[in-house]
């Protein structure tokens, strides 16, 4: 059964770091595209970054430069290194598994919290 579990969320300062992981299982992960998204209260589910099999990244342009999006093929991880936070990047951040091909299955994980305070 095809599964992901993010982890590493939780409260950090203005300026701080964090770094998010997401575990695959049950999915050929090479086959593709990593995703984080974040939704903020009242506000829409917005994609964060990407990364396909081959190390292609996108990020949104809130995040350039702050945020950094991996993947580690052989353990099936995807991670997200977030410096420089700011209070605006606090939401639930989910990790994403899809294959940019007409009609095919895509895969959420359940989401972890990243607040944003002093």
């Known amino acids: 059964q095809e599964q992901l579990v993010e982890s590493g969320g939780g409260l950090v300062q203005p300026g701080g770091s964090l770094r998010l992981s997401c575990a695959a299982s049950g999915l050929i992960f090479s086959f593709y595209v990593m995703g984080w998204y974040r939704q903020a209260p009242g506000k829409q589910r917005e994609l964060v970054a990407t990364?396909?099999?081959?190390?292609?990244?996108n990020y949104v342009d809130s995040v350039k430069g702050r945020f950094t999006i991996t993947r580690d093929n052989a353990k099936k991880m995807v991670y997200l290194q977030m410096n420089s936070l700011k209070p605006d990047d606090t939401a639930v951040y989910y990790c994403?598994?899809?294959?940019?091909?007409?009609?095919?299955?895509?895969?959420w994980g359940q989401g972890t919290q990243v607040t944003v305070s002093s």
């Open positions: 994403k598994a899809f294959r940019p091909v007409l009609g095919s299955t895509s895969y």
């Open positions: 990364i396909s099999s081959e190390g292609t990244i």
